[in-house]
């Protein structure tokens, strides 16, 4: 039975910090690619962020590039997004997602990735 425990959602204020963390049990993340996605309602789930199974490449949309950090511990079997400079347009559901393999193209799109978490919620305001 998969089980995944997110954390670190919230409300926060323009210019702040916050990090997601994303803990799956019965679910194997080491092995594969990993990523953040996030969706506002009524808009396409957009990619953030993304890290290869070995952690030695990663690669970040413009939107959060320089603001943005994903990092893994494969021991731990976790992901997390630390997320600086926070702006109202970073407002949104965030996903973490598990690959199809060990890798994904620099700038994935959605259809590589086929796990994924439930999401927690960031709002940032002015």
């Known amino acids: 039975q998969v089980q995944v425990v997110e954390s670190g959602g919230g409300l926060v204020q323009a210019g702040g910090s916050l990090r997601l963390s994303c803990a799956a049990s019965?679910?194997?993340?080491?092995?594969?690619?990993v990523g953040w996605f996030r969706q506002v309602p009524g808009k396409d789930r957009e990619w953030v962020a993304r890290?290869?199974?070995?952690?030695?490449?990663?690669s970040y949309s413009d939107s959060v590039k320089g603001r943005f950090t994903i990092s893994r511990d494969n021991a731990k079997n976790t992901v997390s997004l630390q997320m600086n400079s926070l702006t109202p347009e970073d407002t949104a559901v965030y996903y973490c997602?598990?690959?199809?393999?060990?890798?994904?193209?620099?700038?994935?799109?959605?259809?590589?990735?086929?796990?994924w978490g439930q999401g927690p919620d960031v709002a940032v305001s002015t």
């Open positions: 997602t598990r690959g199809r393999g060990p890798y994904s193209s620099e700038y994935p799109e959605e259809d590589e990735f086929d796990w």
């Open positions: 019965g679910l194997t993340l080491s092995s594969y690619v």
């Open positions: 890290m290869i199974w070995s952690g030695t490449a990663r």
